[in-house]
């Protein structure tokens, strides 16, 4: 029995009207905030047509159009509608007055207040809980905005563009109005009141204009925005060298926010950030924070053009935007730090929650066809598949092409709503300039955009002795939700060579195989007179999001583990090989050859990577995640999983025991390097010391411990993190330690907070208790939340214990979170999507969890989540 209302693509109708611009008047008062609306209204149809506008619990004071009040037959409202009957059939005005409380507004959506300051999250329907709008991404209008407020309570009142006029007025309050020259949807909308200081910088544009960089935080926080300051400048200049795109108002402001749903809103000229994303250094944040907060400035930054100049048209569009503002940022990261290891931490990323999505009851296209709770649909699939989308195309088209063809969709749109179609379709024709040379196949490429699951793909070698011709089979299935039709996709691929014999020496080059029908096969051939089966090297660089199955042998994966110089594909076969071990030995089908034959593999990669690329080795050296391995199973046993990938680390603890001793102290004089250098010799310290630690090392133990007080948090973290599974006193004494120093950075202090309650302590669930009732536990914020009870279902061991109190703890713990905050619940729901794939008692315990929270009283986002779930 399903309450919930979709919305369709096939429903898209243009609005009627054009709002070309709207003034907004705030006026903060004690307890309530009084909004003002005027907008300019264009018909677009010769003939009348009702005017509706949306609204989420807004309080309609007045309403006039044209300067005339309108009386009660004109017009209908609720709280969550207004609907105008008969509009004037040309250009109109209408003003609303109206009330909001965001002091009592826990959502974090529309205008509420965190630490004290007035703040704003429209993303994607948040807007018209501000003031009542047809709030859709196709309505674009010029906004003015002014902003009334006490002095003392209010210093700062910030609103999108560039400032107008500032000003005093009587009983000591102050007012600031705000005008933003670019036409922008209402989502992009932003409103900051509060005690803010802030930080300034500027800009210089290659073009030679002036911008200024502001930073608002905390009192206290401003010594933590040199990083975000630095990534910001380094992103501007990134997408005026690589994209020709510049920046376009004369401030670009970010807020830090404590209370913030998600990572950070690219608001136009005011970015809101969750403060755990700007504000950081080498003493609060580890290596891999500091190039994700560099990343995320870089994403938000990057919407200014890929969302905001050009947005979407409607929510369906979302990875138009998404997409490739993410693989905008991957480029960006790719560019300045290491571009192979960068690659593997997205495909690692990828594997380890798109792919999870894809195979579960939430699994949907990068362009779905309908939706209940638009915020569900903020996924890993929107994001980070939509990525791999246009960086396929990129692949296939060349550089060249592909950058001509972004230009010119950049100049098509510009100032307009697009579509993901309208996206692909200028790109082939900005690329391909003369038509006639055009050999992309549009209709094929799209099904990516069309069809939910990731494919897969079967490949089979013969090898030519006498003509020395290696014969490669391939062979699509996609998962389609059309089984009568005969879906076909462009997956490309990319493939090298490598003689045996050679040592290692590529026999043939990079070269791209388009795999676009459901069979097709490739000969490689003049192999310079080769003898020996040749090794394959395929996807490489991940060319494509598929899985695919192969018929290369354990020696083919060691030698390419050794050898391959492709960075992805050299760790992926280390993967590979990690994950038959693991897997044979939860089977009780222990292969000691193999695990022999990887050890001396592992040994030897030690021995030629130590001194110039840890990063590499570290990576090659860190096992398969957990989501990873569950695949490999019919049937999931979640706690022997987790048991056994810990024996396997400990096995090589033990088997490399003395090579990663020697290791560790030939690395050690680089740790103390500046981020970014350094950064690959304190994360194989970090690996090392997992290894170790597991082992039973007792030195590591001590210098774990000691390292909790270093002055950088990658040590600290890494140290954490190696004590981790021990439950041993260290373990108790460096989480104490962290504690004592952290206790009044509540960013830092979340990390605490998840470390706790993922560790496998006796007790699990009252420790968790302890946790949410503990003193410096703030229920308000997401962070807090996502790092506790978030944390606890990576406790494998209390989390999925047989008689089904940790699930049933979650349950009753998301229902609470769904009272004050549905779109955090709904996303900490997907922890049980899994259930189906658990061994009995597991999956059974796991389904009565989930049906407790289908039968509470949820809101309509978590409740879209949970019906699928149990589907
Ligand atoms: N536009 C989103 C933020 C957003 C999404 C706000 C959904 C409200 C609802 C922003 O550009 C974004 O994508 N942020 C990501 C981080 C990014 C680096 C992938 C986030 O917040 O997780
Ligand atoms: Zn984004």
Redesign the pocket.
């Known amino acids: 029995m399903s309450t919930n209302k979709s919305t369709k693509l096939s429903d898209y109708v243009e609005y009627p009207f054009l709002i070309p611009s709207i003034y907004l008047d705030f006026d903060i008062c004690v307890d309530l905030v009084e909004v003002q609306s005027s907008m300019i209204i264009e018909p677009k149809l010769k003939e009348s047509s009702r005017l509706i506008l949306q609204g989420n619990q807004i309080k309609l004071l007045s309403i006039s159009i044209n300067g005339k009040e309108l009386n009660s037959e004109e017009y209908y409202n609720s709280p969550d509608e207004l609907i105008i009957f008969n509009p004037p059939i040309s250009k109109f005005e209408l003003k609303l007055i109206s009330q909001i409380d965001p002091f009592r507004n826990t959502s974090l959506e529309g205008l509420y207040l965190s630490s004290g300051m007035l703040t704003t999250?429209c993303?994607?329907e948040?807007f018209r809980s501000i003031c009542y709008h047809p709030d859709r991404p196709d309505i674009l209008s010029n906004f003015t905005v002014r902003v009334e407020a006490d002095r003392d309570l209010y210093p700062i009142l910030l609103s999108n563009g560039n400032k107008k006029y500032s000003g005093n007025l009587n009983n000591n309050r102050h007012e600031i109005v705000w005008d933003d020259p670019f036409p922008k949807p209402s989502y992009l909308f932003a409103l900051v009141a509060g005690k803010l200081n802030t930080v300034s910088d500027k800009y210089v544009t290659k073009s030679g204009r002036l911008i200024d960089i502001k930073i608002y935080v905390e009192t206290g926080d401003e010594k933590y925005t040199q990083h975000a300051i630095t990534s910001l400048k380094k992103a501007m200049k990134w997408d005026e060298d690589v994209y020709g795109l510049e920046y376009d108002l004369d401030e670009y402001k970010i807020v830090a926010v404590r209370h913030f749903?998600?990572?950070?809103?690219?608001n136009k000229g005011l970015n809101i950030f969750?403060s755990k994303?700007v504000l950081a250094d080498a003493e609060t944040a580890t290596d891999d924070e500091l190039e994700?907060i560099e990343?995320?400035i870089a994403?938000?930054y990057f919407?200014n053009w890929t969302?905001n100049r050009i947005t979407c048209r409607d929510w369906f569009q979302l990875s138009l935007?998404?997409g490739l503002?993410?693989f905008r940022?991957q480029s960006f990261t790719s560019d300045l730090h290491n571009s192979g290891i960068k690659r593997i931490e997205d495909v690692s990323f990828l594997r380890n929650f798109q792919f999870t999505e894809d195979k579960g009851p939430t699994s949907h296209a990068v362009k779905p066809k309908e939706y209940v709770a638009i915020?569900n649909f903020?996924t890993t699939t929107i994001?980070e598949k939509g990525a791999e989308l246009i960086r396929m195309l990129e692949l296939l088209l060349g550089k060249e092409k592909f950058m001509r063809g972004i230009n010119f969709y950049i100049k098509t749109f510009d100032g307009s709503a697009a579509t993901t179609e309208d996206f692909i379709n200028s790109l082939i024709k900005g690329a391909y300039l003369d038509k006639a040379n055009c050999t992309f196949n549009l209709t094929k490429f799209l099904n990516w955009y069309y069809e939910r699951g990731t494919p897969k793909v079967y490949v089979n070698q013969s090898w030519d002795s006498k003509k020395s011709i290696l014969n490669v089979s391939f062979e699509q299935k996609i998962n389609s939700d059309k089984s009568n039709e005969n879906i076909e996709m462009v997956i490309p691929i990319l493939y090298s060579c490598y003689g045996r014999e050679k040592g290692g020496e590529p026999i043939v080059e990079d070269k791209l195989f388009i795999l676009d029908k459901n069979k097709k096969n490739l000969q490689i051939n003049a192999l310079n007179g080769e003898k020996d089966f040749p090794v394959l090297s395929i996807f490489r660089r991940f060319s494509s999001p598929v899985i695919w199955e192969t018929d290369l042998s354990i020696d083919d994966y060691l030698f390419l583990f050794l050898n391959d110089n492709d960075c992805f594909s050299r760790w992926d076969s280390g993967q590979i090989l990690m994950r038959e071990i693991i897997k044979n030995n939860i089977n009780k089908h222990v292969n000691y050859s193999l695990e022999y034959s990887f050890i001396n593999a592992i040994k030897e990669t030690i021995k030629s990577l130590e001194i110039n690329d840890s990063l590499l080795l570290s990576n090659l050296l860190t096992i398969p995640g957990l989501a990873e391995l569950e695949p490999l199973f019919e049937k999931v046993d979640p706690i022997n999983i987790y048991k056994e990938s810990l024996n396997f680390q400990v096995l090589i603890g033990n088997k490399i025991h003395q090579e990663l001793r020697v290791l560790s102290e030939n690395i050690l004089v680089n740790i103390n390097q500046q981020w970014p250098m350094g950064r690959g010799e304190r994360k194989l310290i970090g690996t090392i010391w997992s290894y170790l630690a597991l082992a039973g090392d007792e030195g590591v133990k001590k210098d774990c411990v000691e390292a909790i007080v270093s002055s950088s948090m990658t040590m600290a973290r890494s140290a954490l993190r190696a004590l981790k599974p021990l439950d041993s006193p260290e373990t108790e004494e460096a989480s104490n330690l962290f504690y004592d120093l952290w206790k009044e950075n509540p960013v830092v202090l979340d990390s605490w907070f998840a470390y706790e309650a993922s560790r496998p302590h006796k007790q699990g669930i009252n420790v968790i208790e302890k946790l949410l009732a503990h003193s410096k536990f703030d229920w308000k914020a997401p962070n807090a939340i996502r790092a506790v009870i978030g944390g606890f279902s990576k406790n494998i061991e209390s989390f999925h214990s047989i008689d089904g109190q940790g699930y049933l703890f979650m349950a009753e713990k998301i229902i609470e979170v769904d009272k004050i905050n549905p779109?955090t619940a709904s996303r900490m729901v997907k922890i049980f999507s899994k259930w189906k794939t658990y061994i009995d008692k597991n999956k059974e315990e796991m389904y009565k969890s989930i049906l407790k929270i289908n039968k509470a009283n949820i809101s309509s986002n978590t409740r879209e989540v949970v019906e699928l779930i149990l589907k």
């Open positions: 999250q993303e994607a948040g749903n998600m990572g950070a809103m690219e969750n994303l994700r990343s995320v994403h938000e919407h969302g935007k998404e503002t993410v940022d915020d903020y994001y779109i």
